[in-house]
């Protein structure tokens, strides 16, 4: 891979991950010891705990992405190169990719977290996952291509199951999702699809716990379960989903359910790149790290954010796979790698929570920031506030904020379009087939027939 060499006294460090981790520490190395190599599939960072109102056609998926080269223009030492890892060769340090290989002094793993469907391959073949841009796009399309196809289809149970929706996993993103789903079913869709008989479609929150939002204090999950149902969402707790072909879901108590559309959000592992020491890798795909993120005592690997795993007394499993964590373990590792260089004493990592939430529909939000507990519109407004503050890039913190006035206001959002990439082959195709019917109509008008009718 093509990367000037380092000048005098900077060290390269390559982060594998533009997510929060990866970006973060990125911006923090300071260009007198550092030369930064960011690696990401995609060529823009994403702001995953709004991708749902991507899927459901709440905001725009540009108001929630960020290029790279964008956000690093002003900084000469980090060098972006959009690449997928493949393989880390920690002996001879140096990393390989679809694009090439890459040496490094220090690598740093920041490759975040997959979905999780437990080796379920049927699962994995049929459910919808919401990891990524493309993904909540997928989503949006598929949702709103259903509704079209309910509205079309002679067969009851047909629409019925092209109407309801499954979403599968009670935690913060479970409950956003389904609460935004619901609120689809109550204000758009009757106004949208005024033939369809909406009342008929359900959405189902299932959670194997038992209760939503099982992280947080009783009393905020029975708050949430209370105005989901309010909101007509079906939660179904303390039961699994065991399998799910596209058209039936099995539940561990024996209940199935019909659903075209079922949403996996209910387990994620570490994403894997081979050549990492098996030893440290867990059952759940997260890298156990030392307390300054290092992947061994001495190593030249590091792993923050969603993939590591540190462990300690008040963190047994390792710290909550949450944006804070990977944004306070960014920082002192960009302290710490300074250190290093110095020669100066490492600095432990310890996590400073500053409280969960997660909102259930327009208007209301649970907040819990330790023994302080707050309810309903003002935890909406805090809630609204974070999220706003943590969107990279003034332009789409703006046009996250005008997007939420303006459906705050009107109820509505005119981002409900079903747009699908076409592949260059198909285009060859059609204009392969367009020449051909031309052809055709040509030949057929010569003879003073009429031209054959191709689509109905
Ligand atoms: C739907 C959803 C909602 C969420 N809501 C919240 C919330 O409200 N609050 C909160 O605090 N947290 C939330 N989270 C969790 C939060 O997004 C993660 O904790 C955070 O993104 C972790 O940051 P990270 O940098 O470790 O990983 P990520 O942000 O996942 O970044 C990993 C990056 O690595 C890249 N990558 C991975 N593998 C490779 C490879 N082999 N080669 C090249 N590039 C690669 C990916 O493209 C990605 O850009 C949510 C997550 C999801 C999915």
């Not at 598929?142 to 309801?164: I, M």
Request: charged fraction near 20%; proline fraction near 4%.
């Amino acid at each position: 891979m093509d990367i000037p060499l380092t000048l005098q006294g900077q060290k390269r460090v390559v982060i594998i991950g533009g997510g929060f981790a990866g970006l973060t520490l990125a911006k923090k190395l300071s260009p007198e010891y550092f030369q930064v190599v960011l690696l990401d599939r995609n060529n823009y960072h994403q702001f995953q705990p709004l991708l749902y109102q991507v899927a459901t056609s709440g905001l725009e998926p540009s108001s929630i992405s960020f290029p790279f080269r964008k956000i690093f223009q002003n900084k000469q030492n980090v060098f972006i190169r959009v690449a997928e890892v493949r393989k880390i060769n920690s002996e001879q340090k140096y990393i390989e990719t679809n694009i090439g290989n890459i040496s490094y002094q220090y690598l740093v793993l920041a490759n975040g977290a997959e979905t999780n469907y437990f080796g379920n391959d049927l699962l994995q073949q049929n459910a919808f996952s919401m990891k990524s841009v493309p993904e909540a796009l997928l989503l949006r399309n598929t949702l709103l291509q259903n509704y079209e196809e309910a509205l079309v289809t002679n067969n009851e149970d047909e629409r019925q199951s092209l109407l309801n929706i499954v979403v599968v996993g009670g935690g913060p993103t479970g409950v956003e999702l389904a609460g935004a789903l619901a609120e689809m079913k109550n204000i758009i869709l009757p106004k949208d699809y005024p033939e369809l008989n909406i009342s008929g479609m359900n959405v189902y929150l299932s959670e194997a716990a038992p209760r939503v939002l099982n992280n947080m204090d009783k009393s905020s999950s029975d708050k949430a379960a209370g105005y989901l149902r309010y909101l007509g969402v079906t939660i179904i707790t303390g039961a699994s989903v065991q399998q799910y072909d596209g058209q039936t879901v099995s539940l561990s108590n024996g209940q199935t359910l019909n659903a075209k559309c079922l949403i996996w959000a209910a387990s994620v592992k570490g994403a894997y790149i081979e050549g990492v020491n098996q030893e440290l890798v867990l059952p759940n795909g997260r890298l156990k790290t030392n307390k300054y993120n290092r992947l061994g005592e001495q190593s030249d690997i590091f792993a923050i954010g969603d993939i590591a795993c540190m462990t300690d007394d008040k963190y047994p499993k390792g710290h909550p796979q949450v944006a804070p964590v990977a944004i306070q373990q960014a920082k002192l590792l960009a302290k710490n790698l300074e250190n290093l260089v110095l020669s100066k004493p490492l600095i432990p990592f310890q996590y400073n929570d500053k409280g969960s939430m997660a909102t259930v529909g327009r208007n209301y939000a649970i907040v819990e920031m330790g023994r302080v507990k707050i309810r309903g519109f003002i935890a909406w407004c805090i809630w609204l506030l974070v999220h706003l503050m943590s969107i990279v890039g003034i332009k789409n913190r703006l046009l996250v904020f005008i997007n939420w006035v303006w459906q705050y206001i009107t109820y509505d959002q005119s981002l409900r379009l079903i747009i699908k990439a076409k592949e260059k082959e198909t285009i060859v195709n059609h204009a392969h087939y367009t020449s051909h019917r031309i052809k055709m109509c040509k030949e057929v008008s010569r003879k003073g027939a009429k031209p054959p009718r191709i689509m109905n």
